[in-house]
């Protein structure tokens, strides 16, 4: 079975030739070696990932690699975390279906002209405190209203 390990806190200018030289020594556990790039600038993100053959193999990494001094930058080295993103879009949400409804940018679902905020965002917050005492007024004028019925 093999084990994906997380490979963090990596120079931004590092090249993908240099991170693979890294690992020489370990050659022989390995299966792959990725260093995650922006895909704007093809520069490196911070991280990459190295999978090897065994938990044993995996675990020696960790320990060898967690905490070492690479190009001025200490390295944070541990078991990755499965993916989960895939797995999610194929699944329907537990709400059932969005009958096309897409999510907008503040994270509510979008509907046509209606915005539909999600339950963690409906929690009440604090006014904020540059217009607390505008909005004290607004709320007392419009009690004081009266509508026609």
């Known amino acids: ?17 240099a991170f693979e030289s890294i690992f020489s020594a370990d050659n022989l556990d390995l299966v792959s070696v990725k260093l995650i790039s922006d895909r704007k600038t093809g520069k490196c993100r911070g991280f990459g990932f190295v999978t090897t053959k065994t938990d044993e ?29 895939k797995e999610e879009s194929k699944e329907e949400p537990q709400g059932g279906s969005d009958n096309g409804a897409r999510r907008s940018k503040k994270g ?9 905020v ?19 007024k607004l709320k007392e004028m419009l009690a004081a209203q009266t509508t026609p019925s």
Not at 2 to 13: A, E, H, I, K, T
Not at 108 to 116: E, F, L, Q, Y
């Open 57 to 85: 193999a995996a675990d020696a990494l960790v320990e060898k690699y967690n905490g070492f001094t690479f190009q001025d930058a200490t390295l944070k080295v541990e078991k990755a975390m499965p993916r989960t993103e």
């Open 1 to 17: 079975m093999s084990v994906r390990l997380y490979f963090g806190n990596l120079p931004r200018d590092l090249e993908p030739e």
């Open 108 to 116: 509510g679902r979008k509907n046509g002209n209606t915005v539909v």
């Open 118 to 136: 999600s339950e963690t965002q409906s929690a009440v917050t604090e006014p904020d405190p540059r217009w607390a005492q505008d909005l004290a």
